[in-house]
């Protein structure tokens, strides 16, 4: 079965202003990237809409509400200092989640045998009842509850490997036993969540990386902690948050991961989903702002994908 490749023009429409770093080129360089003939064999699929009640799953329907009554008609607005939509911000936003739970349901199916998200606006901050950091709507968690509501997945988990931790996420996942977060990041650093200390219900394990961190110590703490306790929950559905602006190249992040360190992540996410989740994967695209590095980085995770 092929890997998919699910996106949608609308990411293009997303309009953050000049000069802001979540920008329009990073999903055309993602795509780009993908043109060659080595990604020829991909199973591309434009993404549908999110509906509300895929939405509200996680999101207060409040929340939802207000998200697109403030879209605005020409312009820009900011929803919070960093997080800026204009006109077409909220169609993006119902494409970047309905290609998430469009990805489970063709993994779940059989389709496919795993799937890639191309999409902007990413999610992993976006908490129930507020945006953050660039994201409107947390697409993976939404699909993550896409495929506990209609496949009847018992376990799933999401594994974070952006240089910033997924508040949003964790903030959705910690009181649910049968949601696991596994995120590994830098910190201190933005938002200021991620401590080792916060653990949920025993469905939280956050691995902190210093400053200037690279191969060396993403690997050791990884296979330490992130992938033995991954092992331990034993999922059914393996989702990742496909951040890469770990990567030494990228302007916001301060970690020193190469393209190596992702197609190594990748793979054995890949061993561990072929023992516990019937090799179900679903990667979304959430940082990385140096487009080449992003270009580099997010090729070499889907080569792995395709390749596992």
């Known amino acids: 079965m092929p890997t998919a490749l699910f996106t949608h023009a609308s990411g293009f429409e997303h309009d953050t202003g000049e000069g802001h770093p979540e920008r329009i080129d990073r999903l055309r360089a993602v795509t780009q990237a993908m043109e060659v003939e080595e990604f020829q064999l991909l199973d591309r699929r434009d993404a549908p809409e999110a509906d509300r009640t895929q939405l509200i799953r996680v999101h207060d329907a409040a929340y939802v509400d207000d998200v697109f009554a403030s879209i605005p008609d020409s312009g820009h607005r900011h929803l919070d200092a960093d997080t800026v939509v204009s006109p077409g911000s909220g169609r993006a936003a119902l494409h970047a989640a309905g290609a998430v739970c469009a990805a489970v349901d063709a993994v779940m199916a059989g389709?496919?045998?795993?799937?890639?998200?191309?999409?902007?606006?990413?999610?992993?901050?976006?908490?129930?009842?507020?945006?953050?950091?660039?994201?409107?709507?947390?697409?993976?968690?939404?699909?993550?509850?896409q495929a506990q509501a209609v496949h009847g997945i018992d376990r799933v988990a999401v594994i974070d490997f952006d240089v910033h931790h997924g508040n949003g996420t964790q903030a959705m996942f910690e009181r649910d036993a049968s949601r696991f977060y596994g995120s590994i990041h830098q910190f201190p650093f933005y938002p200021g969540t991620g401590a080792a200390q916060e653990t949920g219900v025993g469905n939280i394990v956050n691995v902190t990386m210093t400053a200037m961190s690279g191969t060396l110590e993403v690997r050791r703490e990884a296979d330490r902690v992130l992938f033995p306790a991954l092992q331990d929950f034993a999922p059914e559905l393996l989702m990742i948050s496909a951040g890469f602006d770990a990567h030494q190249l990228d302007p916001l992040g301060g970690l020193n991961w190469t393209d190596g360190d992702y197609t190594w992540l990748t793979e054995r996410l890949l061993e561990i989903a072929g023992k516990h989740a019937e090799n179900r994967v679903v990667s979304v695209l959430e940082g990385g702002y140096s487009l080449s590095g992003l270009a580099s980085a997010t090729a070499a995770h889907v080569r792995t994908l395709m390749t596992a």
């Open 111 to 145: 389709e496919v045998r795993n799937a890639f998200c191309a999409v902007r606006p990413p999610g992993h901050h976006a908490e129930a009842d507020r945006a953050m950091g660039f994201c409107l709507f947390n697409n993976i968690a939404v699909g993550a509850a």
